[in-house]
């Protein structure tokens, strides 16, 4: 049985991470394993509940954005050209990762959700972040209403490391905008409102899949981590979105190495 407790801590630590290029994933597998949290069905689920709380925040960051793709609101366009970021970037974003993700989730799920893929994501994607870093492009796109098809398809190429636990959605889709000529802040803009898709896709998916494993015991552990969740990347990602379009990658990798390092001590000392 699993408690509010848990509920809440891994609520916070999806809530803090989803939004930086650490893995929230990952994160959330190393604190389930510290809280020796039974790795079942009905946390894997939980898992992605949360984080589909997690993205909520996004849809309230970047409401008039997303409801100018549909046309619903009018918005100015950022580019110098007029141009304007519409569904036809997110839907060649999101394509690689949705086509591969769901033929591969079941070997996802089963042999990649343990404590040793993610320490092993968490180096992989440091040294990606930094390679990132080292190697950007020089910025053809400043602003995300400029990004190009082809850069989206890019970016979305990118995203299919993501699916090893520890690599980070972010920091590949992050670092894959900047080695394709995208700045980092119009890299971050796009990361996120492409993740809203991609995490309600999945959450659904798995949650159809899974759902006579649950019961209605389970409701109210569910309730607070997403409601945790959610609060907490609210604030988390009005504090964060500027820090994150700024900052080097470089640091997030070393963050990541640290955290592997520290990890691996614990689990061998254990």
Same mark, same amino acid.
């Given at each position: 049985?699993?408690?509010?407790?848990?509920?809440?801590? /891994?609520?916070?630590?999806?809530?803090?991470?989803?939004? !930086? %290029?650490?893995?929230?994933?990952?994160?959330?597998?190393?604190?389930?394993?510290?809280?020796?949290?039974?790795?079942?069905?009905?946390?894997?689920?939980?898992?992605?509940? $949360?984080?589909?709380?997690?993205?909520?925040?996004?849809?309230? $960051?970047?409401?008039?954005?997303?409801?100018?793709?549909?046309?619903?609101?009018?918005?100015?366009?950022?580019?110098?050209?007029?141009?304007?970021?519409? !569904?036809? @970037?997110?839907?060649?974003?999101?394509? %690689?990762?949705?086509?591969?993700?769901?033929?591969?989730? @079941?070997?996802?799920?089963?042999?990649?959700?343990?404590?040793?893929?993610?320490?092993?994501?968490?180096? !992989?994607?440091?040294?990606?972040?930094?390679?990132?870093?080292?190697?950007?492009?020089?910025?053809?796109?400043?602003?995300?209403?400029?990004?190009?098809?082809?850069?989206?398809? *890019?970016?979305?190429?990118?995203?299919?490391?993501?699916?090893?636990?520890?690599?980070?959605?972010?920091?590949?889709?992050?670092?894959?905008?900047?080695?394709?000529?995208?700045?980092?802040?119009?890299?971050?803009? *796009?990361?996120?409102?492409?993740?809203?898709?991609?995490?309600?896709?999945?959450?659904?998916?798995?949650?159809?899949?899974?759902?006579?494993?649950?019961?209605?015991?389970?409701? %109210?552990?569910?309730?607070?981590?997403?409601?945790?969740?959610?609060?907490?990347?609210?604030?988390?990602?009005?504090?964060?979105?500027?820090?994150?379009?700024?900052?080097?990658?470089?640091?997030?990798?070393?963050?990541?190495?640290?955290?592997?390092? /520290?990890?691996?001590?614990?689990?061998?000392?254990?």
């Amino acid at each position: 049985m699993h408690t509010i407790f848990e509920a809440i801590i /891994i609520g916070i630590v999806e809530g803090l991470t989803e939004f !930086l %290029p650490v893995s929230s994933t990952g994160h959330m597998i190393l604190a389930q394993s510290l809280l020796n949290t039974e790795n079942d069905q009905v946390m894997k689920t939980f898992d992605f509940v $949360i984080q589909l709380g997690a993205i909520m925040a996004v849809v309230i $960051i970047y409401w008039k954005r997303i409801l100018s793709l549909f046309g619903l609101v009018k918005r100015k366009s950022e580019s110098r050209t007029g141009k304007k970021l519409n !569904l036809l @970037h997110i839907l060649i974003g999101i394509l %690689p990762a949705g086509v591969i993700g769901l033929k591969f989730n @079941h070997v996802v799920d089963e042999k990649l959700f343990n404590t040793t893929t993610v320490l092993v994501g968490l180096v !992989l994607g440091g040294i990606l972040l930094i390679i990132a870093e080292k190697k950007k492009a020089q910025p053809s796109t400043m602003v995300l209403d400029d990004l190009t098809y082809r850069q989206a398809f *890019f970016i979305g190429l990118w995203q299919l490391v993501s699916i090893w636990p520890g690599f980070s959605r972010s920091g590949s889709t992050i670092a894959g905008g900047m080695l394709s000529g995208v700045s980092r802040a119009a890299s971050a803009d *796009f990361t996120f409102i492409m993740a809203i898709p991609i995490m309600f896709g999945a959450s659904g998916v798995y949650f159809l899949k899974n759902y006579d494993a649950l019961s209605s015991s389970d409701l %109210p552990f569910f309730a607070v981590g997403f409601i945790v969740a959610f609060i907490v990347a609210l604030l988390a990602v009005v504090s964060f979105i500027k820090f994150v379009q700024n900052m080097k990658l470089t640091y997030f990798a070393y963050y990541r190495f640290a955290v592997a390092i /520290i990890f691996a001590l614990y689990m061998f000392l254990k």
